[in-house]
């Protein structure tokens, strides 16, 4: 079950990114791969400077990578 409020696209966009792997990701945002595998669960929501990284790492705006689940099951 999720725990938070903050859905994302990473899952999607990392194989939109040539296949880029968790580690990879992770690597490029300073990170560990569990980190990664928690934000993709939606067990984790990432701190801000985090969020910024991460949408760097794919040149999108946050916007475009995470949401604001507003009837997510609590």
Excluded: W
């Excluded at 696209?9 to 791969?33: C, N, P």
């Excluded at 990664?36 to 475009?64: C, H, M, Q, T």
Aim: positive net charge; hydrophobic residues 40%.
């Amino acid at each position: 079950m999720r725990n938070n409020l903050v859905g994302n696209h990473i899952r999607r966009l990392r194989f939109d990114h040539d296949e880029m792997t968790q580690q990879q990701l992770a690597d490029k945002v300073g990170v560990t791969r569990q980190t990664i595998v928690a934000l993709e669960k939606g067990n984790y929501s990432p701190s801000l400077e985090l969020a910024f990284r991460i949408a760097r790492a794919f040149s999108l705006p946050i916007e475009s990578i995470f949401y604001y689940e507003e009837n997510a099951k609590k």
